[in-house]
């Protein structure tokens, strides 16, 4: 295989910006263009334009494409009206977690589902794979579309100026199809910041000329290019999983405190069920380690894998951690045992490279956007 990175439509235009570039899950991809500090703030408090070319978009459809789906993931997809989305998830026979998904439900018998880059191939084989036997087709459409998220306060506005669109009918997962800055596109109320915005798939061919202008219609609203760096800290505060940290194939949903994504109560077999049902029970009888929230009470930084402590043993990992932008203070989500995950809980800290320091326990998410 090609260990050569792809490129996004984009390519040209982020270098030409003078983005600072990374291989991420095979794809080269924008880190960030000048401060992440920045750029975090901006989809806070106006918005920020993001290239999400990456993710991997698989279509399903045909007479019994919601048997396909309701078979190969765990959650109901049959009950997803046409113009709307889902958060669900695909697990393997033994529970553990593939992917967490997105499906659109985009006409009568036509599916679309969003994996996350680093997993795309992972779920087109399975679902492919659970499709025998059924009246479906299953298509890899990830060189079908580019993506371009617009996150931030001020993002309806923008979009609003250059789409036909009715943004203000649009709810939060839901999508619809119109016309943005003169070119076809999937408009979609979904992302992954903690703030309102719209993910738009569009042609490959269109890309650059719709970057070019949401850029050009939020230059007076303090619209910014943003990067994975920033991505990243946004989806922490907000509390939002992270494949491959707070979700892992050596996890269930119920493990990651995301039981309520399984539907047990949907028509039919779904792989994992068994699985699934056991896990659930074990849950309900033995509160597994929770995810939580910590809060430093100093500079330093936690990082994944880091243990988390309380009377010099070890009752915890961090899955993810870095500075928050938004507190000011460095925060991580981890998964803690239960006696250890009341909000408030004393006596808790991190291991950072040999010495004990404090946090305080909280709820998640560390951020919620006032509606």
Request: charged content about 25%; overall charge negative; proline content about 5%.
């Amino acid at each position: 295989m090609s260990t050569t990175p792809r490129l996004t439509a984009l390519d040209a235009l982020h270098r030409s910006l003078g983005a600072t570039m990374t291989d991420f899950a095979g794809w080269d991809m924008p880190l960030r263009y000048g401060s992440e500090r920045d750029e975090h703030n901006a989809v806070r408090t106006r918005a920020g334009l993001f290239d999400l070319s990456h993710m991997g978009e698989i279509t399903v459809t045909g007479p019994e494409a919601v048997k396909v789906l309701d078979y190969a993931l765990v959650g109901n997809i049959g009950t997803i009206g046409v113009g709307r989305a889902r958060y669900t998830m695909i697990c393997r026979e033994d529970g553990g977690i593939l992917d967490d998904l997105i499906v659109y439900r985009l006409g009568e018998t036509e599916y679309m589902v969003v994996a996350n880059a680093s997993n795309a191939q992972t779920v087109l084989d399975a679902v492919t794979e659970r499709s025998a036997g059924f009246d479906a087709e299953v298509r890899d459409d990830r060189d079908a579309y580019a993506l371009i998220a617009i996150q931030g306060p001020q993002s309806p506005g923008i979009l609003k100026s250059v789409t036909d669109a009715d943004l203000d009918t649009l709810k939060y997962y839901a999508g619809l199809p119109g016309t943005v800055a003169g070119v076809p596109a999937l408009i979609a109320r979904t992302g992954y910041t903690g703030e309102d915005g719209f993910e738009l798939f569009v042609a490959p061919e269109h890309a650059e000329g719709l970057w070019r202008a949401l850029t050009e219609a939020g230059e007076g609203a303090g619209l910014i290019p943003c990067g994975l760096s920033c991505r990243d800290t946004l989806r922490l505060e907000a509390g939002m999983p992270l494949y491959g940290h707070e979700l892992t194939t050596s996890l269930t949903p119920f493990d990651a405190g995301l039981g309520r994504v399984v539907k047990f109560e949907k028509e039919g077999d779904f792989v994992g069920r068994g699985a699934l049902e056991s896990a659930a029970e074990s849950a309900a009888a033995k509160a597994p380690r929770k995810l939580v929230g910590l809060i430093a009470e100093g500079r330093r930084v936690p990082r994944a894998g880091f243990s988390v402590l309380a009377g010099g043993e070890v009752v915890g990992e961090v899955t993810s951690g870095a500075p928050s932008p938004t507190l000011g203070k460095p925060i991580a989500m981890a998964y803690v045992d239960a006696e250890h995950a009341a909000p408030g809980t004393s006596g808790v800290g991190v291991d950072i490279r040999g010495t004990h320091e404090v946090y305080e326990v909280v709820a998640l998410p560390f951020y919620k956007r006032q509606k």
